[in-house]
């Protein structure tokens, strides 16, 4: 299963670091340099929980933006099943 949010389509993105040497100009050095570049990568903050799509319930990957923003819908805790009481002679 993708790093992908099912409601919003968020997934892994790609990025640079970069690595700087020496001191800023505004502190009163010559100013910082840039030693290297590294690749890096950008993780959604993606929740595995059971929701419900489509009527049924289900687990799916789902980004904590779409819960702030109301687009998933949770199950109800428990189904309660009321036996009916036998009457008492």
Same mark, same amino acid.
């Given at each position: 299963m993708p790093r992908?949010?099912?409601?919003?389509?968020? +997934? !892994?993105t790609?990025?640079?670091?970069? !690595?700087?040497?020496?001191k800023?100009?505004? #502190?009163?050095?010559v100013?910082?340099k840039v030693?290297? /570049?590294t690749?890096?990568k950008f +993780?959604p903050? #993606?929740?595995t /929980? !059971?929701a419900?799509v489509?009527?049924s319930?289900?687990r /799916?990957k789902?980004?904590t933006?779409?819960?702030?923003?109301g #687009?998933?819908? +949770? $199950?109800?805790k428990?189904k309660y099943?009321? +036996? $009916?009481q036998?009457a008492?002679?």
């Amino acid at each position: 299963m993708p790093r992908v949010c099912e409601f919003t389509g968020r +997934k !892994t993105t790609t990025g640079n670091t970069y !690595t700087h040497r020496g001191k800023a100009k505004y #502190l009163g050095g010559v100013g910082t340099k840039v030693t290297s /570049i590294t690749r890096r990568k950008f +993780k959604p903050n #993606l929740q595995t /929980i !059971t929701a419900v799509v489509d009527g049924s319930v289900q687990r /799916i990957k789902v980004s904590t933006k779409a819960m702030k923003m109301g #687009l998933v819908v +949770k $199950p109800l805790k428990r189904k309660y099943v009321y +036996k $009916p009481q036998q009457a008492s002679a």
